[in-house]
């Protein structure tokens, strides 16, 4: 048996779900009964060894009569993977998205020449509320013209520890002082590094909706 391993960012969650990693497993050549599907926190997916998502499913895949050393090795694969894709250094993924992750199990009797397209159109249609987004660079003259400030640290002691208040909701860091910040007219403010590279691809703010003209627009 061989996996595959897939993934789909929606930047445009409902609210309940920010945040949220949707895990979908499918065993194919089996019947109807063969899809798992469960949600649990991207972080809690990656950090906690209890998270209930990774315990259904190394059920489900026992339940299937999956062999133990393939199913360890197979979510093993899988939080790297969904580790990968939410890293705080992914230019696609932000604390505002959320995941939609797709683990196909494969038989080996299933011919890689003759079955791949069919096992591929089978695993679009299992992977439901598909989303298509189309991502587009946001103008550059208006990246350019945002508005930016050198950022001076404001601290506050919490039991004699000087935390900060603020951080790049991209890199997941705190801003440093002295370094230039960039706010959007919605008011959410990010590393200039770190906008400037996210706007390089996408052209709305990785936190809300908001949209800025493209760069084919202008």
């Not at 400030?149 to 002082?177: D, G, H, T």
């Amino acid at each position: 048996m061989k996996h595959r391993l897939s993934h789909e960012i929606d930047n445009y969650p409902e609210p309940d779900d920010v945040g949220i990693i949707r895990v979908t497993a499918r065993i194919f050549g089996q019947d109807d009964n063969s899809t798992f599907t469960a949600l649990s926190l991207a972080r809690d997916f990656i950090e906690n060894d209890e998270c209930t998502t990774k315990e259904d499913l190394n059920y489900f895949l026992l339940e299937a009569g999956i062999n133990e050393d393939f199913i360890d090795n197979a979510i093993l694969e899988l939080i790297v993977y969904v580790d990968e894709v939410t890293c705080p250094a992914s230019i696609e993924y932000s604390p505002g998205c959320a995941l939609k992750v797709r683990l196909d199990l494969i038989p080996d009797y299933l011919d890689e020449d003759d079955d791949d397209s069919e096992v591929q159109e089978a695993a679009q249609a299992s992977f439901d509320e598909t989303i298509s987004i189309r991502f587009r660079p946001a103008s550059k003259l208006v990246v350019k013209s945002l508005t930016r400030k050198i950022y001076n640290k404001k601290i506050k002691k919490e039991k004699k520890k000087m935390i900060s208040l603020e951080e790049c909701r991209i890199c997941l860091q705190e801003f440093s002082n002295g370094g230039m910040v960039v706010t959007l007219s919605c008011g959410h403010e990010f590393d200039e590094e770190c906008i400037v590279k996210w706007f390089e691809t996408s052209h709305v703010c990785p936190l809300c909706r908001l949209e800025l003209p493209c760069q084919d627009e202008l």
